[in-house]
Every structure is written in C-alpha cells, then in structure tokens.
C-alpha cells in the first residue's frame, strides 16, 4: 500500500520561509518522479514543482521559480520543498505526489498515481 504523508506547512508571515516534507513508502521510490502541486480556495489544483526520478532534475511553475526549490532523497524516501520568500498568494493546501510518467517527470496533475492528503501553508500578515 503506497502512502505519502506530508509535513511542515504551517502559517507565516510574507517574506517568511517554510519546508515542505513527503515521507513516501510503499513504491519503487527511487525509480518514480515526485511532484507539489497546489489548491488554493475555490481554484483548481496547480502544479508547483517537479523532480525527476534521479533527483538531478527539477522543474519549477513560473510563479515559484527562484523562490521555490524541490529536492529527493532517496536513501530516505522522502523529498522536500524549500518555500523562501512566500507571498499571500502562495496560500493553499499542499500536496505530494508521486508517479512514473513516460518522460520521466511532469506538470500534469493525471500523470501521477498517488496522492497525499495535502498540508495546509497560508501566508498572511
């Protein structure tokens, strides 16, 4: 049985840091891409960032790039997401996610197999 669970959201202030953790277990965790996508309150579920199975490569949405760094650990099944510089528009609920898309990584939502029950990040002042 796969399971991510996710960790480390909280509230802060602008400008604050946060970092994101997804323990994984239960899959071929070395072998699969990992991704964090977003949903913030009556909109859909964005991408976020997205690191390839080898951890060596990483992909970012626009609103997030140079902000934002995702990372995999693989002796340890878990990756994080390293959240500097947060606005309130970074306000949402988190989720992991992981799968083993045909090149490797993703942005889309469906090309992943499992899910998170998400952790809650809001940005407020």
């Known amino acids: 049985q796969v399971q991510l669970v996710e960790s480390g959201g909280g509230l802060v202030q602008p400008g604050d840091s946060l970092r994101l953790s997804c323990a994984a277990s239960?899959?071929?965790?070395?072998?699969?891409?990992m991704g964090w996508f977003r949903q913030a309150p009556g909109k859909e579920r964005e991408f976020v960032a997205a690191?390839?199975?080898?951890?060596?490569?990483?992909y970012y949405a626009d609103s997030v790039k140079d902000r934002f760094t995702i990372s995999k650990d693989n002796a340890k099944n878990t990756i994080h997401l390293q959240m500097n510089s947060l606005k309130p528009e970074d306000t949402a609920v988190y989720y992991c996610a992981a799968g083993f898309p045909p090149v490797g990584w993703s942005m889309r939502d469906d090309e992943y197999d499992y899910w998170g029950q998400g952790t809650q990040v809001t940005v407020s002042s």
């Open positions: 239960g899959l071929f965790f070395s072998g699969a891409a």
């Open positions: 690191i390839d199975w080898s951890g060596g490569n990483t």
